[in-house]
Nanobody, 120 residues
Framework: QVQLVESGGGSVQSGGSLRLSCAASGFSFSDFCMVWLRQAPGKEREGVAR???????AYATSVKGRFTISRENAKNTLYLQMNSLKPDDTNMYFC???????WGWGFSYRGQGTQVTVSS
């Protein structure tokens, strides 16, 4: 079955950096769109970044220029490099996947998430 396991979250001061990872298993990773989402308690889920099977990327306006999504198909792993972090980036971050091409921020499967906390 599809499994997505996020890691790399933690607490960091404003302006700092974190690198999130998502280990994928149970599906043909290279054939799937991969997405990073985030959600804070009581707030709507927000798309952060996505990467197509051909490596094409897209970002939410709020993170463009600060976050970089990448994938390593040989390791079935998705990454999110987060630089210049702000307190507003504090959220639970989830990786998610959808077979084939990305469809906006849509997904079929999602991991359990990793918490990112940015202090001012």
């Amino acid at each position: 079955q599809v499994q997505l396991v996020e890691s790399g979250g933690g607490s960091v001061q404003s302006g700092g950096s974190l690198r999130l990872s998502c280990a994928a298993s149970g599906f043909s990773f290279s054939d799937f769109c991969m997405v990073w989402l985030r959600q804070a308690p009581g707030k709507e889920r927000e798309g952060v970044a996505r990467i197509e099977t051909d490596g094409t990327t897209a970002y939410a306006t709020s993170v463009k220029g600060r976050f970089t999504i990448s994938r390593e198909n040989a390791k079935n792993t998705l990454y999110l490099q987060m630089n210049s972090l702000k307190p507003d980036d504090t959220n639970m971050y989830f990786c998610a996947t959808l077979r084939g091409r990305c469809w906006g921020w849509g997904f079929s499967y999602r991991g359990q998430g990793t918490q990112v906390t940015v202090s001012s």
